[in-house]
C-alpha cells in the first residue's frame, strides 16, 4: 500500500512578510489533506526582499536550476517597501513565471458566503480569469533615451505571438467546458489594433472547435464597469498579461479583498514546474503580528493538487475553506487559528 | 452693452445615435446658461458611422483644417456595432485628440445625490483624473507581421515623453491647487519600469513647485480595488493614456454609471480647440428612442464654458443639473423632458 503513495517535490519560497507566516499554514492543510495519497518533499528557498538586502541576490541562476527540477513551487508572497518597484517584480516573480513558461496565470474568483462584499447586490460571482503570463507588456522590452532630461522618451514594448495567445485561448476554452461554457474575451481591439485583432482572430477560430462554448469579446474599460455592475455575468474570462492584472485586483475587491483569492502560475504543457500563491501581497503593515490570514494561501495549495489531477483532495480543501468562512469567516482569529480551524475540517 | 456680449465658434459633432440626440439638449442649455454674456457660433460636422458607411470618410483633412479654426468642439457620441473596432476610434476619436494636442483628457467623477452607486457604502465620491491624452499606448505605433499565421507576431508600443508628461503632470497640479489638494499617480511601475520611472521622477519634481499639495503613488490595479473599497481617498488622480480610459470607466461605474460623467479633452495650452463630450457612447440599443438621458452632455458644456473662464456660468449649469438629478433623477423622463427640466432651473 505504501508503495502508491506518490512523492511530489515542492520549492518552497514563503518569501516576504505575512508570506512566511501564512505560507505554513498552507503547507500543513496540504499535507493533512493529502496524507495516504501524496507526500511532499519541500525544499526551501530564501528568495525575497531579506534575501536581497542582505547579500544582493535576487535569483542566482544555481537556484532558478534548483528550482526547475522541482514538481511544484509554492510561493508566499513577495516585497518590501525599502526596495525600489520593480526591482524583486521583474528579478524573481516574473522571472520565475518567463523562465518557467507559466503562460497560464489561473486566477479563481468567488464571493463565498460569510464574506461581505463591498457591492450592494453582487449577486452570485463565481468566475475564473485566464491570464496569459509571458507576453504582452509584461516582456521588458522597452527602453528610455536621454533619461532625467527634458528630452527623454520611455517606451513600452508589449509583444504578443499567436503561438502565447493560442496556447492559452486553448486553455480558456477546456476550462470553460468544464464549467459554465461561456468564455468573454477582454481586451482594448479597438485602440490596441494590433494585438487586438490577433486574439480576436484566434479566439474566433479555436472557438470553432468548441461549439458547446460561447463566447463574447468587451473592451477592458467596459469590463471594469461590469465587474461592479453585474459580476455575475461571467464564466471564464480570458485577456492579455496587463488587462488580467487590473481585473483579477479589481474582482478580487469585488468579492471582499483579495485576501481570498489564490492564483496559479501554470505551465500547462508540464515543461517547467508551475507556481501556486495567494494574490495578497506581503503586507508588511500587518506582518510579524500572526493576524495574516492564511485562506488564500491553503485555496494556492487546493489549485497546486488540481494541477496534478488530485481533484477529490483538492475539493476536499476547498470545501473546508467554503465551510470556514461561512462560519467563521466574520470573527477576528489569528493566522494559527485559522489554520487550526481548517485543519479541524478536514 | 451688446458689444460686450463674446462670440465662441464652436464646431458640432453630433455623430452617432443617441449622440445625435443629447446634443442639441447640450447646446440649448449652453445657449440659456450664456445668455447675454457669450454667444455661441455653431458649424455642424457630419462625421462618425452614417457618414462613413455613406462614403468613406473618417476625418477628411479639409473638416479637420475647419475644426482647426473653430474655439471648441462639442462632441456627442461616435460608434456603430456595424464598424469594425478601431477604424472610427483610430480614425476619428484619436484623430482629433491627436491633432489637436489635446494632452488633458479630464474626468470629472461626482456621486450626486439622487443617484444609486452599485456600492454598499460609497461615501462622499468627487474626485478628477486627469489623463494623459496624447501619448502612451495610444500612439499607434505598433505592428505585425505573417499575419494570420502561426507565426504572427503582434506589437504595440508604448511611447512617452518627458515633455508630454511634464505638461500633464503639470496640470494635474494646479488643478489640485483649486481642490484638496492632493494627487495620486496611477501607473504600474513595478513593472512598466522605464515609462512608470520617468512618470514618477517628473511627478516628484514638478511636486517640489507645489509645496501644499501633496502626492502618493498607486499601481493601476491597487487603484482598481480603492475605487470600489474606498473610493472617497481621490481628490485628483493623475494618469497615462490607457491607465486613465480603464479607471473612469470603472469611476462612471461606482458612482451610478456613465450616463452622469463627461469628459474634456483638452488643448491646455491653447493652439487647438478642446473637445467636450459625454463618457458614454452611441448605445444604439436606445438610440432613436427619445429616451437617452443627456445629463452627462450637459454637464459637458459646463466643462466647456469653465475652459474659456465663464467659471460663473459653469457653476450654474452643475448646480442646475445636481439639483435636477437630486429631485427628478429616479423618475423615467424623456431626453426632451430632463433638457426641459434642466433648462427650466436655469
Ligand atoms: C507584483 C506584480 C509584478 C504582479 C503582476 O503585475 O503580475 C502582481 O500584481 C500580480 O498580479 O501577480
Ligand atoms: C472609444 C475609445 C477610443 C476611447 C478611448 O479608449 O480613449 C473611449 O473608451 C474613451 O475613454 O474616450
Redesign the interface.
Known amino acids: 500500500m505504501a508503495n502508491d503513495i506518490k512523492t511530489l517535490n515542492i520549492a518552497v519560497i514563503p518569501g516576504d512578510g505575512i508570506g512566511k507566516e501564512v505560507t505554513p499554514v498552507a503547507q500543513a492543510v496540504l499535507e493533512k489533506a493529502s496524507e495516504g495519497v501524496v507526500n511532499f518533499n519541500y525544499t526551501n528557498f530564501e528568495l525575497g526582499a531579506e534575501r536581497y538586502l542582505r547579500d544582493g541576490a535576487i535569483l542566482p541562476d544555481d537556484e532558478l536550476e534548483e528550482i526547475k527540477k522541482q514538481d511544484a513551487i509554492l510561493l508566499g508572497a513577495v516585497g518590501d517597501p525599502r526596495i525600489k518597484?520593480?526591482i524583486l517584480?521583474?528579478g524573481l516573480l516574473?522571472k520565475l513565471r518567463f523562465a518557467l513558461d507559466q503562460y497560464v496565470n489561473l486566477r479563481p474568483t468567488k464571493l463565498y458566503k460569510g464574506v461581505?462584499?463591498?457591492?450592494?447586490?453582487p449577486g452570485d460571482i463565481d468566475f475564473v480569469v485566464v491570464r496569459e503570463g509571458t507576453e504582452g507588456?509584461?516582456c521588458?522590452a522597452?527602453?528610455?533615451v536621454?533619461?532625467?532630461?527634458?528630452?527623454?522618451?520611455?517606451?513600452?514594448?508589449?509583444?504578443?505571438?499567436?503561438?502565447g495567445v493560442?496556447r492559452v485561448v486553448r486553455y480558456a476554452f477546456e476550462l470553460a467546458m468544464k464549467r459554465k461554457k461561456h468564455v468573454t474575451l477582454v481586451h482594448?481591439?479597438?485602440?490596441?489594433?494590433?494585438?487586438?485583432?490577433?486574439w480576436q482572430?484566434i479566439v474566433d477560430k479555436v472557438g470553432e472547435e468548441y461549439p458547446e462554448v460561447t463566447h463574447d469579446y468587451l473592451h477592458?474599460?467596459?469590463t471594469?464597469?461590469f465587474?461592479?455592475?453585474n459580476p455575475s455575468r461571467f464564466d471564464v474570462i480570458l485577456t492579455d498579461n496587463?488587462f488580467g492584472?487590473?481585473?483579477?485586483?479589481?474582482a478580487?475587491?469585488?468579492v471582499g479583498?483579495?485576501g481570498y483569492s489564490a492564483s496559479g502560475c501554470i505551465n500547462a504543457s508540464n515543461e517547467y514546474p508551475s507556481m501556486f500563491e495567494p494574490i495578497h501581497g506581503s503586507a508588511p503593515d500587518i506582518a510579524g503580528k500572526g493576524i495574516a490570514n492564511p485562506t488564500a494561501a491553503v485555496l494556492s495549495t487546493a489549485m497546486l493538487l488540481r494541477h496534478f489531477g488530485y481533484d477529490e483532495i483538492a475539493e476536499r480543501i476547498d470545501a473546508a475553506v467554503e465551510a470556514d468562512i461561512e462560519e467563521l469567516g466574520s470573527t477576528q482569529r489569528s493566522t494559527e487559528q485559522v489554520g487550526k480551524d481548517i485543519l479541524a475540517r478536514l
Chains 1, 2 share one sequence.
Do not use: F, Q
Open positions: 518597484a520593480g517584480e521583474r516574473l461581505t462584499s463591498p457591492l450592494a447586490n507588456l509584461y521588458g522597452g527602453g528610455a536621454r533619461v532625467g532630461t527634458p528630452n527623454e522618451v520611455a517606451t513600452e514594448v508589449s509583444i504578443n505571438t499567436a503561438y493560442e482594448k481591439k479597438n485602440v490596441l489594433v494590433n494585438a487586438g485583432d490577433m482572430r477592458i474599460d467596459a471594469t464597469i465587474l461592479v455592475s496587463l492584472d487590473i481585473i483579477t485586483d479589481e478580487g475587491a469585488v479583498g483579495v
